[in-house]
């Protein structure tokens, strides 16, 4: 066949008609909704390895699809939300959970956080949070900490060197402070500083599928669909 009659049959009979709705498609993932595969243990127990999370990019405003221009405004991140966001250290797609505000003072005492110079609420959480854990990970420390309103889970490492204090700093005017629910292995705002609120692309809704990354991808079943608190 002649190659410019090939190329441009190509063009005709596939190319062209895939174009709009490929377009679509990933104009709707930039501004709308897309899915998150999660690879690192940063975020556990409330996220796994493995998982593929649902994030909501219309949770806090409208933005023109691939950029960041805000066509629409109609909320901000909340104490307790967790978000996707980008990296100010290196770009990278990050998970994250919203710890403090504009305007906040942010410390950590002994592990313990503290807002504004309170301690945020506290409680020992049950040893069934370790379902799914990696055996390396089965000793850690568990608790049911609130933030505003938002109660989860978070966990310690007593046996990995980490950083028990930080600050206290204040959070600036239109920054964040986020860190991961696995407090002693997570890179967050403690070591790349405050996250612009630019950088925030959504809100992470829920777990849609999940598969364990330690026994050969095996389904986690139990965690189809469910919310992320």
């Known amino acids: 066949m002649n190659p410019r009659k090939f190329l441009h049959a190509l ?9 709009l709705p490929v377009l679509l498609i990933a104009a709707a ?13 940063s975020m ?28 629409a405004h109609w909320a901000d991140p909340a104490r307790g939300d967790i978000v996707v966001c980008f990296s100010p250290a290196d770009g990278t797609r990050l998970v994250k959970r919203v710890v403090g505000l504009p305007g906040d003072i942010v410390e950590l005492r002994h592990r313990a956080l503290f807002l504004n110079g309170t301690p945020v609420p506290s409680a020992p959480r049950p040893a069934a949070s370790a379902r799914d854990l990696a ?23 007593p046996t990995r060197p980490a950083r028990p204090d930080f600050g206290p700093v204040r959070v600036p005017a239109g ?24 950088e925030i692309v959504g809100q992470a809704k829920r777990v849609v599928v999940s598969a364990d990354l330690d026994h050969w991808l095996r ?4 965690r189809c669909f469910a919310r992320l608190d």
């Open 11 to 19: 063009w005709r009979e596939w190319i062209r008609p895939l174009a």
């Open 135 to 157: 055996p390396v990970e089965r000793a850690a420390l568990f608790a049911q900490e609130t933030l505003g309103t938002r109660a989860h889970a978070v966990m310690a490492l």
């Open 175 to 198: 920054c964040y402070f986020v860190m991961g629910d696995n407090r002693d292995n997570s890179f967050d705002s403690r070591f790349f500083g405050f996250l612009p609120r630019r």
């Open 44 to 71: 556990r127990p409330t996220i796994l390895p493995g998982d593929v999370i649902l994030v909501d990019k219309l949770a806090y405003d409208l933005r023109v699809p691939f950029t960041f221009a805000r066509v």
């Open 29 to 41: 993932k930039s501004a709308l909704a897309d899915i998150n595969y999660v690879p690192t243990g």
């Open 219 to 222: 389904p986690r079943f139990g």
